[in-house]
């Protein structure tokens, strides 16, 4: 699906046919902003008029497809007369002559607004009051917002069910993303059904709280509830099989991240990534204000979390965008319902973990290892990585231990040398699912055959020493040194 304007970059020019009261509103704007236009009218007088006020108009009729077709390639056209019928023609010589041009037609009344989607307008306005200013917005939206445009775009075109899957074990910016999208989704086509869909558990306390006191609907990912979906989307996941449930070789129709993985080749309608971004939700939120959508307070407040989180409170991988964007949000969210979702208990098991890596810790030249054994509740480690990154002299925090599937790593950096994502990635990519960014990142090596060995723990004692070793090798450790401190 190609944008309009991308064809001729540089040289964006419009067409106005029909300059009555509602096309001389358009041309005002247009010269306003200096923005290089074409304008007709079939009445000499009117056309005489124009020039007057040095309007370069020309005298033709829109009926008069020769002419019109006479006239060039535009990105823009308008057909703003007062004729239904007259619009209605320019609509369909405009759709077979300037295929790839963004069409705007005046309706006159809820039938003629039918009649001109038909004949293929991409945006039909009426009454008149409202022409100019919105005619104005499309044209801007549409020029500022290529991506959001593009998305609304595709998704008026589906019918069926469209699954938004979350990674593994989603996080707020990936729970609050698939929110933003179904909310797209549903104001883009109300007839499109929407299923947020995750694997994993929803770890963390400050996870489940979310998803509790917003009352998300959130369902398992199977292979029966992805035969019931017709499209696919991905949200803070560079492709099918990183970090989600999806097998690598599952199409996929929208991808939306902000990780800097490599990316498998992907033929999908939609794709927006943006590392430089802190958040995912930072790329939602654009979407939202591009659109002119006031998002509600739940969502917001989602978004504003999801945020907040991925960037530990607007310190790490921040970007002045997610700073806008969560000043943006601020204006909507509920701040006691913030509040709520930001403090919850903390397990006990959780607790635990948290301890046991305190204990459990094992340290050379700032880089920090920890063992925390067979864990339930794997998103405790990366808080685990998390707290133990601010003991002093530690820039490097690793922690790691075993599921019932997996051995798990989590890690946190802030040496500027190193990058743990690409270290965890070469690592350990060949092996298991690995990566994440500079300064946070995670590994997960399945079991397979091994999970069926009962005591974890000692399976992790007797595989972890060699996987360590290449971990040293990778960031230049010597591994015989590596001590409890
Ligand atoms: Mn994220």
């Known amino acids: ?190 007839d499109l059904h929407v299923q947020l869909l995750y694997d994993g558990v929803i770890g963390y306390q400050e996870n489940r709280a979310l998803v509790n006191i917003l009352e998300l609907k959130l369902e398992r990912l199977t292979p029966k509830s992805l035969t019931q979906c017709e499209y696919i989307a991905l949200v803070d996941s560079g492709g099918p099989g990183i970090n989600n449930g999806l097998s690598r070789d599952t199409p996929v129709h929208i991808i939306i991240d902000h990780h800097n993985e490599q990316q498998i080749s992907q033929n999908a309608a939609f794709i927006d990534i943006r590392p430089r971004y802190g958040a995912c939700a930072s790329i939602l939120t654009e979407y939202i204000k591009a659109l002119n959508i006031t998002p509600d307070p739940k969502l917001a407040t989602a978004l504003l979390y999801g945020i907040r989180t991925d960037t530990k409170d607007f310190h790490r991988n921040l970007s002045p965008n997610d700073l806008m964007n969560a000043a943006f949000l601020l204006q909507y969210a509920d701040a006691e319902l913030l509040e709520k979702i930001m403090f919850p208990q903390y397990s006990y098991e959780t607790m635990d973990i948290l301890g046991h890596a305190i204990l459990h810790r094992k340290t050379r030249s700032g880089y920090l290892f920890s063992n925390v054994g067979y864990v339930r509740n794997r998103d405790a480690l990366p808080q685990a990585a998390d707290m133990l990154l601010s003991l002093e002299g530690i820039s490097t925090a690793i922690v ?72 040293y090798r990778q960031i230049g450790l010597l591994e015989e040194n590596v001590e409890q401190k």
């Open 1 to 190: 699906m190609q944008e309009a304007v991308s064809q001729e970059a540089g040289s964006f020019s419009c067409l106005v046919c029909g300059c009555g009261s509602v096309g001389f509103l358009i041309l005002e704007r247009l010269r306003r902003e200096h923005i290089t236009f074409t304008c007709l009218d079939n009445d000499p007088a009117r056309v005489k008029e124009l020039r007057e006020q040095n309007y370069e108009a020309l005298c033709i009729d829109i009926i008069d497809k020769e002419r019109l077709s006479g006239l060039g390639w535009f990105n823009v056209v308008f057909f703003v007369s007062d004729s239904h019928e007259v619009n209605l023609s320019g609509v369909l010589w405009a759709r077979k002559a300037l295929p790839s041009a963004h069409v705007i037609a005046r309706a006159n009344d809820p039938i003629n607004k039918v009649d001109l989607l038909e004949a293929g307008a991409d945006f039909v306005i009426y009454p008149q009051e409202i022409i100019a200013n919105t005619a104005y917005s499309s044209l801007e939206q549409l020029r500022c917002s290529g991506n959001s445009s593009k998305l609304i775009h595709i998704l008026e075109q589906w019918t069926g069910t469209l699954g938004i899957v979350l990674h593994t074990n989603p996080d707020p910016d990936g729970i609050s993303c698939g929110l933003a999208l179904a909310e797209l989704a549903h104001i883009a086509n109300p």
């Open 400 to 471: 790691y231990g075993i599921t019932d599937e997996a051995i798990i790593m989590s890690g946190r950096n802030r040496d500027v040398r190193l990058n743990l994502g690409t270290v965890m990635s070469e690592t350990f990519g060949a092996i298991g699912d690995a990566g994440g960014h500079a300064t946070m990142a995670a590994a997960s090596i399945p079991l397979s055959i091994f999970s069926l060995v009962r005591d974890k723990e000692v399976l992790l004692d007797l595989v972890i020493e060699p996987l360590l070793q290449n971990l």
